[in-house]
């Protein structure tokens, strides 16, 4: 079947879901690469953490080509700086520029196609969607890893990334007019290896509670899935993009072109 031509029929309005993955991240640019030579237009987009950040640019416009130069610049440093707080080690209020210089000191309801942002009250656990409001401070919410980086205030709430509610934001796609919807997961098609050091705990215990809410979505949704095998690349390592890209559009084509 031709996916790209059903995708591309009128009464199929396409939402389209970016998961979290620290710098797997980049392998949503190479979705989006496929999309643009499939002529395929979201009427929606909705982001998880570095998802958030790429969710964002495509909602208000930026080129792909754009984008693709930009997760290739993009690097831990980029996003990160060192802050005295009892509440985490770091703040990404450098992420927050980063989406200031790029896109504008813009809100969320200002994009050129709807879009939402997904983040966690820390103080509740509630899940908290981002519809309005500014967007360099949602993007910096959604993708605020808890422990590392200082919460993010906004109204009353103490927000955090939102990996821990719902990692690859399909939910709100229906509630903004997607009938057919397209998620990408960066987790879930990964091996688990032994754990060596503490960071290997870490690193697995996050993908093990990932993993287990995204296959309750797999089970009980009609979604479309690109996941893309990830397992040789590494969250943290930033030098690999031009790889993930490749892989984010071989995984997205083969969806489109099965």
């Known amino acids: 079947m031709n996916f790209s031509k059903y995708f591309q029929k ?10 979290g993955g620290a710098a797997l991240g980049a392998a949503h640019v190479g979705v989006l690469k496929a999309f643009n030579e499939k002529k395929i237009k979201p ?74 942002m997904i983040a966690t009250d820390i103080s509740t656990g509630e899940k908290v969607v981002l519809r309005e409001g500014p967007l360099h401070k949602a993007v910096m919410a959604s993708s605020c890893l808890p422990g590392v980086f200082a919460p993010v205030e906004w109204d009353d709430k103490l927000l955090v990334d939102g990996f821990l509610c719902e990692n690859v934001p399909i939910k709100p796609l229906k509630e903004m007019g997607a009938n057919t919807i397209v998620a990408v997961d960066l987790t879930t098609n990964r091996d688990y290896k032994r754990p060596e050091d503490i960071i290997d705990v870490l690193s697995n215990t996050f993908d093990i509670g990932l993993n287990n809410m995204i296959k309750e979505q797999i089970e ?39």
């Open 220 to 258: 009980e949704e009609e979604i479309t899935w690109i996941q893309p095998k990830l397992s040789a690349y590494n969250k943290a390592d930033t030098r690999q993009t031009k790889q993930l890209i490749k892989e984010g559009y071989e995984a997205a084509m083969e969806v489109l072109e099965k």
């Open 10 to 19: 009128s009464e199929n309005k396409v939402g389209l879901a970016l998961g």
């Open 43 to 116: 009427v929606a987009v909705t982001g998880t953490s570095i998802g958030a950040f790429v969710a964002a640019h495509l909602a208000f416009g930026t080129p792909f080509e754009k984008l693709e130069e930009i997760s290739l610049d993009l690097d831990w440093l980029d996003v990160s700086a060192f802050k005295l707080s009892k509440m985490g080690l770091l703040t990404n209020k450098r992420l927050g520029k980063k989406i200031l210089d790029e896109i504008g000191k813009v809100n969320i309801e200002e994009a050129e196609i709807p879009l939402c």
